[in-house]
């Protein structure tokens, strides 16, 4: 949140400077030396950091600051009023574009990163499967025997008692897993686990 305020003010403190730049050199020099090209920047600095939103936003700031030029005691003429008002269109269509472009690319790798998860969830879940299916198999099988009165029952209690253990300890193993890691910060010899790790090899 600190950094995103930061940029808010470091847009708007760019935006602001650059007016006055515009306004000072209208005083002092010809009215053909414009910087409105350079209000481009903040937006798409706007577009990258805040998306579509923050371009459009930024843009709404930057056309405040601007509309002096139409208002201001600077001599207009027909096509002066004219380039000013098509830069501003220019500045809200590239506005636009550049935050729906950032806001596409980001939807993207989001749905990109979905995807890469779900695919890492359904491989894990299919690698589960395969182990739990085995014990699974085998206490069935031994449990058929048993009820057709087939073979050993002890020794096919045993198995089935077996098989189940396996698959407990499979669950476990995975509950283990899902689980974050608890993580605990403890202050150490660091050349002793240096020296130690350089040992061990």
Not at 34 to 48: K, N, S
Not at 63 to 78: E, I, M, N, V
């Amino acid at each position: 949140m600190f950094r995103k305020n930061n940029h808010i003010i470091a847009l708007g403190v760019f935006l602001t400077m650059l007016t006055l730049a515009h306004v000072l050199i209208f005083k002092q020099l010809s009215p053909r030396v414009v910087l409105e090209d350079l209000y481009y920047i903040p937006i798409f600095f706007g577009a990258l950091r805040f998306d579509l939103k923050g371009a459009l936003l930024t843009y709404l700031f930057a056309s405040l600051l601007y509309l002096p030029f139409f208002f201001g005691p600077w001599s207009l003429t027909y096509l002066d009023l004219v380039d000013r008002a098509l830069h501003l269109l220019f500045s809200a269509f590239f506005a636009f574009l550049a935050g729906y472009l950032v806001d596409r690319d980001r939807r993207m790798q989001k749905q990109a990163q979905q995807d890469r998860s779900l695919k890492g969830i359904g491989q894990a879940a299919t690698t589960i499967v395969h182990d739990l299916k085995n014990p699974l198999i085998t206490i069935l099988g031994y449990s058929r025997r048993i009820r057709e009165q087939k073979g050993n029952p002890v020794e096919a209690a045993q198995t089935i008692y077996e098989s189940a253990e396996n698959m407990q300890k499979i669950v476990h193993d995975v509950l283990d897993f899902s689980k974050p890691p608890q993580l605990a910060l403890n202050e150490g010899d660091m050349g002793g686990i240096v020296r130690q790790t350089v040992c061990s090899l």
